[in-house]
């Protein structure tokens, strides 16, 4: 007869012990070993969070329990999350003026009756990091930005036509769905983001996506910040050396279902720094900044993407040592941990 003797909750990186979970928030059903010796036992956990399952095993009058080396893992969500370091760009932010479409600005949208205006502008390269994390320096990236489909076209010239063969473009809008059969559009749909081939990158292909934006009315000017989704930053420690230094992380948030999960916008991003001193933790409340103006805030929302890329720091400056960000992502009224990185200061 297999059965859950006790479940406990582990903290939000997996490092350690929490508490017991409630009984009351879980429910399990008595399962027997088949003629192989095997059975599935059903678990149902209604809180979110990581955990340890201690099953038991009794046969005629002997019974055996899991240990913290046996016992088995799992996590319960609402809604994927995650978070990790990130490349911070120094161009990525577009500052768009609205023009007329008529004729077709760069002739990115060429129907001028279906879209009689646009966002239109550039931002250019002074070393090969700023914008696409390659091994060129682009003089200017050109976008425009369609207000009617919140399509976005890429180029890194001003011939925007299909022939040219360093055409790129991408749409941003959250419940677009895949292109059927294929096609043009097909790469840029449930990920939203532009992939920037092998003509640019000279090797590995890089993805950037739509961090945030802002619509200045009052100035007709539309904000976009772009961050690289792809290759992400293979390092899960960030080294600094001053109080004051800022971090570069990115959260992200986006459904469960198959086969393309739908990226979740809008939901709150906040993050703390846990640093331990002795027995009890010490919980600080970090500063987040606005990747469109750089303001301090204490949270900010996940782009059409799903993702939001920022800069981090700490209010009192970083402590020394290793220590954990992690933090809390909420949408829909439901709210997810997540563990981001390691900090550490000699």
Known sequence: MIGVDSISERETGGFGFKEKLSEDKYTWSTVFTDENGIAFLSLNITKSGRYKVFWNVSYMNETDIATFDTGIEIEVKEFMTWGEPAYWLPSHLFSLHITNNTPPVWEAFTNSTAVPWVYNGSISEMTKYDFIRDELTTPAW????????????????????????????????????????????????????????????????????????????????????????????????????????????????????????????????????????????????????????????????????????????????????????????????????????????G
């Open 142 to 345: 050109y976008l425009v930005f369609n207000p009617y489909t919140n399509e976005t076209i890429l180029d890194d010239d001003m011939n925007f036509t299909p022939v040219d063969p360093q055409y790129e473009e991408g749409n941003y809008t959250p419940i677009m769905p895949p292109c059927e059969g294929g096609g043009e559009c097909s790469k840029y749909t449930w990920n939203q983001s532009f992939e920037i081939d092998d003509t640019y990158t000279e090797g590995e292909g890089i993805r950037i996506g739509v961090n945030t934006y802002w619509n200045d009315t009052t100035s007709n000017i539309f904000y976009i910040s772009f961050y690289q989704r792809d290759p992400p930053v293979q390092e899960w420690s960030i080294n600094v050396y001053t109080d004051n230094q800022p971090i570069t992380v990115k959260v992200c948030a986006e459904g469960f279902e198959k086969p393309n999960p739908p990226p979740i916008e809008g939901a709150e991003v906040r993050l703390k720094m846990i640093e331990w001193n002795g027995p009890t933790p010490t919980e600080t409340n970090l500063t987040l900044y606005n990747p469109i103006n750089n303001t301090p805030v204490q949270y900010l929302l996940t782009g059409p993407t799903g993702c939001i890329a920022f800069n981090v720091t700490h209010p009192d400056g970083w402590p020394h040592g290793c220590n954990h960000i992690e933090g809390t992502v909420t949408s829909g009224g439901h709210t997810e941990e997540i563990y981001v990185v390691d900090v550490c200061r």
